[in-house]
């Protein structure tokens, strides 16, 4: 790259070259021993990947457990806090398959929880509204009118 300054007319240069310091040859044993290595970091990123799913699997079946309180049956808590404690002790580990095996046993837990608990909420909102004598009736304050339309294309006429 050079410079010239045109009211003085004086230039300076300077020459950049890669100084990465490696020859021809340890680049090909360095890509040489990444092609040994590639499987072993398959697996390793593959038990990353069950970890943080875990971990994710983890705080949303404790975030739900939290949010749904009391409306949680003791035996189904008791259960699912036992899976989490065997699913974060396996998470330590490096066991992917004991991992995404306890992972989807939680799964499991945690969609039969979510099934018990919108059953139990569909039986108390039958409850509410056998109570209540069926649909609700539009408040009598409000002017509902039922209405016919019809588009008229003006390009056709």
Do not use: F, W
Request: charged share 40%; hydrophobic share 25%.
């Amino acid at each position: 790259v050079s410079a010239k300054d045109k009211a003085t007319g004086k230039e300076q240069s300077i020459q950049i070259t890669a100084s990465s310091g490696l020859s021809d040859e340890e680049i090909q044993n360095l890509v040489r021993d990444a092609e040994q290595h590639a499987e072993e970091d398959k697996k390793r990123r593959a038990l990353v990947e069950s970890r943080n799913n875990a971990d994710s699997l983890v705080y949303s079946t404790q975030k739900s457990m939290k949010e749904l309180g009391e409306k949680v049956d003791a035996d189904t808590k008791q259960k699912i806090e036992e899976i989490v404690g065997r699913l974060k002790k396996a998470m330590e580990g490096d066991d992917k398959d004991e991992i995404d095996r306890v992972s989807e046993e939680l799964q499991q837990a945690s969609h039969k929880l979510a099934e018990t608990i919108y059953q139990q909420a569909s039986q108390e909102g039958a409850q509410q509204g056998g109570e209540q004598g069926g649909a609700e009736a539009p408040p009598e304050d409000e002017d509902v009118v039922d209405a016919d339309y019809e588009e008229v294309d003006e390009k056709k006429k």
